[in-house]
């Protein structure tokens, strides 16, 4: 089992900060999501445990070493996104053989296998996949790394229905059989909702959250009525999202739900209920006053 620690991590790009000020450490196996809106973040976050650019202050500990820079455990970290690293002529077969000379754990049998299921053309070079092939292309590897850390930016992208549930069955079913500490930074969070263990949320490149998804939605939750009436509950609460229509109000709450807060509910008439993953990541991410 690894552990992965960033402290204080920041990271500009010439004006935008990037990064500011990212704590979190990951001692655990488990599927974290990685949330936040465009620009948030995420793949810089990514990028940088992964040594592919530097942070301008703080730094990254991959099981208690730097990881800058250090040949020792880059490999113990597999993050596949964007565009291949492999050269562009390079046919995918003669890719899977390359990627076994950096993580020494690489399955080629299993890579073989999935490329199969996938219908990934082996004798095709990278430099002609489709958007959607690249994609299934990085996340084969990346599964098949053997690496005790994977890390996915957008596995799915470009990629269709049917290929992203097969994606999906696939990583749980690796999982299962080979529990490791996977982190999934996507957009499309109603589609990992499910299988999710903990998320770590930025918010213009700060890390706002970082917890269980069981106890995010245990204390999650929304109230709904006449407006007068939700803003009278809501009153010194964490109301992270409000949505108005004419006279009636739904508001957003995180925070533990108390018995003298359900008999208020029941004596001011109002209606309350769950909140989805991703409706209370919006209301998190969401800029003040959106």
Same mark, same amino acid.
């Given at each position: 089992?690894?552990?992965?620690?960033?402290?204080?991590?920041?990271?500009?790009?010439?004006?935008?900060?990037?990064?500011?000020?990212?704590?979190?450490?990951?001692?655990?196996?488990?599927?974290?999501?990685?949330? =936040?809106?465009?620009?948030?973040?995420?793949?810089?976050?990514?990028?940088?445990?992964?040594?592919? !650019?530097?942070?301008?202050? =703080?730094?990254?500990?991959?099981? =208690?070493?730097?990881?800058?820079?250090?040949?020792?455990?880059?490999?113990?970290?597999?993050?596949?996104?964007?565009?291949?690293? %492999?050269?562009?002529?390079?046919?995918?077969?003669?890719?899977?053989?390359?990627?076994?000379?950096?993580?020494?754990?690489?399955?080629?049998?299993?890579?073989?296998?999935?490329?199969?299921?996938?219908?990934?053309?082996?004798?095709?070079?990278?430099?002609?996949?489709?958007?959607?092939?690249?994609?299934?292309?990085?996340?084969?590897?990346?599964?098949?790394?053997?690496?005790?850390?994977?890390?996915?930016?957008?596995?799915?992208?470009?990629?269709?229905?049917?290929?992203?549930?097969?994606?999906?069955?696939?990583?749980?079913? %690796?999982?299962?059989?080979?529990?490791?500490? !996977? !982190?999934?930074?996507? %957009?499309?969070?109603?589609?990992?909702?499910?299988?999710?263990?903990?998320?770590?949320?930025?918010?213009?490149?700060?890390?706002?959250?970082?917890?269980?998804?069981?106890?995010?939605?245990?204390?999650?939750?929304?109230?709904?009525?006449?407006?007068?009436?939700?803003?009278?509950?809501?009153?010194?609460?964490?109301?992270?999202?409000?949505?108005?229509?004419?006279?009636?109000?739904?508001?957003?709450?995180?925070?533990?739900?108390?018995?003298?807060?359900?008999?208020?509910?029941?004596?001011?008439?109002?209606?309350?209920?769950?909140?989805?993953?991703?409706?209370?990541?919006?209301?998190?991410?969401?800029?003040?006053?959106?």
């Amino acid at each position: 089992m690894s552990t992965i620690e960033v402290i204080n991590v920041s990271k500009d790009y010439g004006a935008v900060r990037a990064l500011d000020t990212v704590s979190l450490t990951l001692t655990e196996n488990g599927i974290y999501g990685l949330l =936040g809106r465009n620009g948030a973040g995420k793949t810089t976050l990514i990028n940088v445990i992964t040594n592919r !650019v530097f942070a301008d202050s =703080g730094y990254v500990l991959i099981d =208690g070493e730097p990881a800058g820079e250090n040949d020792r455990v880059q490999p113990r970290v597999c993050c596949m996104s964007g565009k291949a690293p %492999h050269p562009g002529e390079m046919r995918a077969v003669d890719a899977f053989r390359w990627s076994g000379e950096f993580y020494r754990g690489f399955d080629e049998e299993y890579a073989r296998a999935l490329a199969y299921r996938f219908r990934l053309p082996l004798d095709k070079r990278l430099n002609g996949f489709s958007t959607g092939y690249n994609s299934i292309f990085n996340f084969i590897v990346t599964l098949a790394s053997g690496a005790p850390v994977i890390m996915f930016d957008e596995p799915v992208l470009g990629v269709d229905a049917n290929y992203r549930e097969l994606f999906y069955r696939e990583l749980l079913a %690796h999982y299962a059989e080979q529990p490791q500490m !996977v !982190v999934l930074s996507t %957009h499309l969070i109603n589609e990992v909702a499910e299988f999710l263990d903990s998320v770590m949320v930025l918010k213009e490149g700060r890390l706002i959250l970082s917890e269980s998804v069981d106890s995010l939605l245990r204390e999650s939750y929304s109230v709904s009525g006449a407006s007068e009436l939700v803003d009278r509950f809501s009153a010194g609460k964490n109301v992270i999202r409000e949505e108005s229509v004419g006279r009636l109000k739904e508001s957003t709450i995180k925070q533990e739900r108390t018995g003298e807060d359900d008999r208020m509910i029941r004596e001011l008439g109002l209606d309350m209920s769950r909140r989805r993953l991703q409706e209370i990541i919006i209301g998190l991410t969401n800029p003040e006053g959106e």
